[in-house]
């Protein structure tokens, strides 16, 4: 399966932004789809998922109550819906597919399909 990240931009602090991760060349049905990010000179993490094996959203203590990831089916596009913004969300974020594990869901290393990544930046 190949994956298109679009959505990214600049926007002020407090403001939302959506994130859509589309799929081609096969659909997420049989995968987990997360969303990580990567700040420059940091590593990258673990933002948020949507698991296949039971359908639940996963989230990084960061972005809890703030983001929310849900799948469109008929789209077969996944979105990450990010309110209330703040200058440390300012990063590349990445959609990624794969089946990891549930206890293992956070980690990049259990994803194999790979967005190209689409950048947001949050000014103060």
């Known amino acids: 399966v190949q994956l298109q990240a679009s959505g990214g931009g600049l926007v002020q602090a407090g403001d939302s932004l959506r994130l859509s991760c589309a799929a081609s060349e096969g659909t997420f049905s049989s995968y987990t789809v997360g969303w990580f990010r990567q700040a420059p000179g940091k590593e990258r993490e673990f933002v948020a998922a949507?698991?296949?094996?039971?359908?639940?959203?996963y989230y990084a203590d960061s972005v809890k109550g703030r983001f929310t990831i849900f799948r469109d089916k008929a789209k077969n596009t996944v979105t990450l819906q990010m309110n209330s913004l703040k200058p440390e969300d300012t990063a590349v974020y990445y959609c990624?597919?794969?089946?990891?594990?549930?206890?293992?869901?956070?980690?990049?290393?259990?994803?194999?399909?790979w967005g190209q990544g689409t950048q947001v930046t949050v000014s103060s």
């Open positions: 949507s698991a296949v094996q039971n359908m639940r959203t």
């Open positions: 990624a597919a794969g089946r990891p594990v549930i206890s293992a869901i956070s980690r990049s290393s259990m994803y194999y399909h």
